[in-house]
């Protein structure tokens, strides 16, 4: 497909963006929660810019008053302190040809009081059900300092050269409160009637383009769908929109969808691999006819081509590519010249999910977003012959990285395809853009040089006949014998299930998934065997099934689970089997249960590493560089396992200890 309107040009309030590609405002978490911009962060917008995005709009959640939480590890920008690095943020990104947006924001009754001692804020007291607090809820006399705050907000960002703001809603925060009746329970002018509850709204945009120039853009984020079950409907917040674009005060409408009220709705507002891509784009159309004002739409947008059908079926203006711009944020340069570019596969572990869950964003697939001198490794002084054992992520992303270095790379894999653990998880339904990214490595491998051996079970003598100066183990995991309950029933690894495929019920139509780990694997297998018509059970030991899966994905699954009728058994151990069944412990009252009906146990749950030759080659071969990476070392995530094999590869450095094959010689 043509990308000619993506690519084209495009007019906010005579600001002219290069592109209609815009990476949305997102918060990192780089500078814990002090609310002061890192340099890190400073380097991370500016490199957007560099890689060709047309609008860079930063800071999510970025704070405008000291009683709301810089939350999530954002920006406060009523800190002065914080001015300096705003100028070089604002600089970085024009130099490149970029324009720049912070969103601003007040949480209201989003976040926690925890750390600040606080109470929230909100219209009502009215408690959210994701963070669990009660706030405080607003006296009319405190309102209007808070619309001043926004107006500083805004002051301060003009001044230190920015091209405009963001006003946001999105998510529940204070404005969206306002807007909801459920919420908002007042009964003066800020309550009640729907031109009341815009009051709030109004008056924090007029504000703000009183506080700034002509010149300075002034956007307005909003949900156009809060998919909650008695929330306000499409149709009323395109009500709101239209009531909140007529002041004139706004620019920019950007659109996405869900809201921060509870789990389920929280976890929509950056949709997981579970929703459609584009999932918010219809809907963003139909708020952009009903303003007549430029629209920006967020949600899902991963690709050229779906960028582009958004802007042409839908009439927005602009398309938000955030998490594909993290994966690749050369992604704009990449889609003008035609060329392959790094796919996110938008799971959220390594981004938005690892936010919520009180850590920092990197990024599951690119780990020079975490750490930047892995995105172009120095060429090697003099190229080597690199071993690759394992054709998984980690050992994939090792041959990658060093061949980009110069160096002769053979990889051999035991297994007739590529991808080790992270192809199984195409199982899982939402799962394709896993095969795309796994596509993306298999396409860098040819173009690099790199030989590529399937069907090779590499020991120590395969692995020495190569002749090589460097070694990357990447030979992943297998499963704990331990984790085996005693008994006569049948028991099946759950990635041997996932990989061989899955039996048919007999002697019992019962199947118990055993799950330590708490991630995805158990509630997978268990969807696959209900799909074959086991009756499931998942047990673990843990207070929750899912517990360790991010808050963007966890109330998908859990939900998913429900439909296919598979049963949760949380705080429950399986001790042993019995030709009739499996016997569960409950771990803290040590009661005993029987399942009866039970053919099959199914371990999902933490393996062993496999490091494959590594005692034998460093027994053989003492002075040879082995590298251990990914699950070979300690099994973990898709994220590590990426990190680690980049590592690997941009570390080889052995000496040449043998002639260079021709190929490799320049």
Same mark, same amino acid.
């Given at each position: 497909?043509?990308? =000619?309107?993506?690519?084209?040009?495009?007019?906010?309030?005579?600001?002219?963006?290069?592109?209609?590609?815009?990476?949305?405002?997102?918060?990192?978490?780089?500078?814990?929660?002090?609310?002061?911009?890192?340099?890190?962060?400073?380097?991370?917008?500016?490199?957007?810019?560099?890689?060709?995005?047309?609008?860079?709009?930063?800071?999510?959640?970025?704070?405008?008053?000291?009683?709301? &939480?810089?939350?999530?590890?954002? *920006?406060?920008?009523?800190?002065?302190?914080?001015?300096?690095?705003?100028?070089?943020?604002?600089? %970085?990104?024009?130099?490149?040809?970029?324009?720049?947006?912070?969103?601003?924001?007040?949480?209201?009754?989003? %976040?926690?009081?925890? /750390?600040?001692?606080?109470?929230?804020?909100?219209?009502?007291?009215?408690?959210?059900? #994701?963070?669990?607090?009660?706030?405080?809820?607003?006296?009319? &006399?405190?309102?209007?300092?808070?619309? /001043?705050?926004?107006?500083?907000?805004?002051?301060?960002?003009?001044?230190?050269?920015?091209?405009?703001?963001? @006003?946001?809603?999105?998510?529940?925060?204070?404005?969206?409160?306002?807007?909801?009746?459920?919420?908002?329970?007042?009964?003066?002018?800020?309550?009640?009637?729907?031109?009341?509850?815009?009051?709030?709204?109004?008056?924090?945009?007029?504000?703000?383009?009183?506080?700034?120039?002509?010149?300075?853009?002034?956007?307005?984020?909003?949900?156009?769908?809060?998919?909650? /079950?008695?929330?306000?409907?499409?149709? =009323?917040?395109?009500?709101?929109?239209?009531?909140?674009?007529?002041?004139?005060?706004?620019?920019?409408?950007? #659109?996405?969808?869900?809201?921060?009220?509870?789990?389920?709705?929280?976890?929509?507002?950056?949709?997981?691999?579970?929703?459609?891509?584009?999932?918010?784009?219809?809907?963003?159309?139909?708020?952009?006819?009903?303003?007549?004002?430029?629209?920006?739409?967020?949600?899902?947008?991963?690709? %050229?081509?779906?960028?582009?059908?958004?802007?042409?079926?839908?009439?927005?203006?602009?398309?938000?590519?955030?998490? &594909?711009?993290?994966?690749?944020?050369?992604?704009?340069?990449?889609?003008?010249?035609?060329?392959?570019?790094?796919?996110?596969?938008?799971?959220?572990?390594?981004?938005?999910?690892?936010?919520?869950?009180?850590?920092?964003?990197?990024?599951?697939?690119?780990?020079?977003?975490?750490?930047?001198?892995?995105?172009?490794?120095?060429?090697?002084?003099?190229?080597?012959?690199?071993?690759?054992?394992?054709?998984?992520?980690?050992?994939?992303?090792?041959?990658?990285?060093?061949?980009?270095?110069?160096?002769?790379? @053979?990889?051999?894999?035991?297994?007739?395809?590529?991808?080790?653990?992270?192809?199984?998880?195409?199982?899982?339904?939402?799962?394709?853009?896993? %095969?795309?990214?796994?596509?993306?490595?298999?396409?860098?491998?040819?173009?690099?040089?790199?030989?590529?051996?399937?069907?090779?079970?590499?020991?120590?003598?395969?692995?020495?006949?190569?002749?090589?100066?460097?070694?990357?183990? &990447?030979?992943?995991?297998?499963?704990?014998?331990?984790?085996?309950?005693?008994?006569?029933?049948?028991?099946?690894?759950?990635?041997?299930?996932? =990989?061989?495929?899955?039996?048919?019920?007999?002697?019992?139509?019962?199947?118990? *998934?055993?799950?330590?780990?708490?991630?995805?694997?158990?509630?997978?297998?268990?969807?696959?065997?209900?799909?074959?018509?086991?009756?499931?059970?998942?047990?673990?030991?843990?207070?929750?099934?899912?517990? =360790?899966?991010?808050?963007?994905?966890?109330?998908?699954?859990?939900?998913?689970?429900?439909?296919?009728?598979?049963?949760?058994?949380?705080?429950?151990?399986?001790?042993?089997?019995?030709?009739?069944?499996?016997?569960?412990?409950?771990?803290?009252?040590?009661?005993?249960?029987?399942?009866?009906?039970?053919?099959?146990?199914?371990?999902?749950?933490?393996?062993?590493?496999?490091?494959?030759?590594?005692?034998?080659?460093? /027994?053989?071969?003492?002075?040879?560089?082995?590298?251990?990476?990914?699950?070979?070392?300690?099994?973990?995530?898709?994220?590590?396992?990426?990190?680690?094999?980049?590592? !690997?590869?941009?570390?080889?450095? !052995?000496?040449?200890?043998?002639?260079?094959?021709?190929?490799?010689?320049?």
């Amino acid at each position: 497909m043509s990308l =000619e309107l993506l690519l084209s040009s495009f007019e906010v309030r005579g600001t002219r963006l290069r592109n209609r590609i815009v990476s949305t405002p997102h918060a990192t978490g780089w500078g814990g929660s002090s609310g002061l911009l890192e340099r890190s962060e400073v380097d991370y917008h500016v490199r957007k810019a560099a890689g060709g995005c047309g609008l860079v709009m930063t800071f999510g959640s970025a704070s405008v008053d000291p009683a709301t &939480a810089a939350s999530y590890g954002s *920006v406060a920008l009523w800190d002065e302190r914080n001015e300096p690095a705003l100028r070089a943020l604002a600089a %970085g990104v024009h130099e490149h040809g970029g324009v720049c947006m912070s969103q601003m924001t007040h949480m209201g009754r989003r %976040g926690n009081s925890r /750390e600040s001692g606080i109470p929230l804020r909100a219209p009502s007291d009215v408690p959210e059900p #994701v963070h669990h607090e009660v706030p405080v809820a607003l006296d009319a &006399a405190e309102i209007p300092p808070i619309v /001043e705050r926004f107006a500083a907000a805004a002051r301060r960002l003009e001044a230190c050269g920015w091209d405009g703001c963001e @006003v946001t809603s999105f998510g529940g925060h204070l404005i969206e409160q306002f807007f909801d009746p459920a919420v908002n329970t007042r009964s003066d002018g800020y309550g009640g009637s729907l031109e009341n509850r815009l009051r709030f709204a109004r008056e924090v945009l007029e504000a703000v383009r009183a506080a700034v120039s002509e010149r300075f853009i002034v956007g307005f984020r909003m949900t156009a769908d809060q998919r909650l /079950e008695g929330g306000l409907a499409p149709e =009323e917040l395109r009500e709101i929109a239209a009531h909140v674009c007529a002041t004139g005060h706004v620019d920019l409408l950007s #659109v996405s969808g869900g809201t921060g009220a509870t789990p389920l709705s929280q976890a929509a507002t950056v949709p997981p691999d579970e929703l459609d891509e584009a999932a918010y784009a219809e809907l963003a159309g139909a708020m952009r006819a009903a303003t007549d004002v430029p629209a920006l739409v967020a949600g899902r947008i991963l690709d %050229g081509e779906t960028a582009e059908r958004c802007l042409r079926e839908t009439g927005v203006d602009l398309v938000g590519m955030t998490r &594909a711009i993290i994966a690749d944020p050369d992604l704009p340069r990449r889609l003008q010249d035609g060329v392959r570019f790094r796919p996110c596969i938008s799971i959220n572990e390594g981004c938005i999910g690892r936010l919520y869950s009180g850590l920092p964003v990197w990024c599951s697939i690119n780990p020079a977003i975490r750490e930047p001198a892995l995105e172009a490794p120095a060429r090697a002084a003099q190229p080597a012959r690199v071993v690759v054992v394992g054709g998984g992520v980690a050992g994939l992303e090792a041959a990658r990285g060093a061949a980009s270095r110069g160096h002769h790379v @053979v990889v051999l894999e035991r297994r007739a395809v590529l991808g080790g653990r992270a192809r199984l998880a195409l199982e899982r339904r939402g799962r394709r853009r896993w %095969g795309l990214y796994l596509d993306w490595l298999e396409a860098e491998l040819a173009d690099a040089g790199v030989e590529v051996r399937l069907g090779v079970d590499a020991d120590a003598d395969a692995v020495l006949a190569e002749q090589p100066d460097a070694v990357v183990l &990447a030979t992943g995991s297998a499963p704990r014998e331990e984790a085996v309950p005693p008994g006569p029933l049948r028991v099946l690894d759950a990635d041997a299930l996932l =990989e061989h495929g899955t039996p048919a019920p007999a002697h019992g139509t019962g199947a118990v *998934v055993i799950d330590d780990e708490n991630g995805f694997v158990a509630p997978t297998v268990a969807e696959v065997l209900a799909g074959h018509g086991w009756q499931v059970e998942i047990v673990t030991a843990l207070p929750g099934v899912a517990a =360790e899966i991010d808050p963007t994905q966890q109330p998908f699954v859990l939900r998913r689970l429900e439909i296919a009728g598979v049963r949760l058994g949380p705080s429950l151990a399986c001790v042993r089997t019995e030709p009739a069944g499996a016997i569960l412990r409950h771990v803290h009252a040590g009661t005993e249960v029987h399942r009866h009906g039970v053919g099959l146990i199914v371990i999902a749950g933490h393996r062993r590493a496999a490091p494959g030759p590594r005692a034998a080659l460093r /027994e053989r071969d003492p002075a040879l560089e082995v590298h251990v990476v990914g699950d070979a070392l300690a099994p973990r995530t898709l994220l590590d396992a990426v990190a680690e094999g980049a590592r !690997a590869g941009a570390a080889v450095r !052995a000496e040449q200890r043998r002639p260079a094959p021709a190929a490799a010689r320049v």
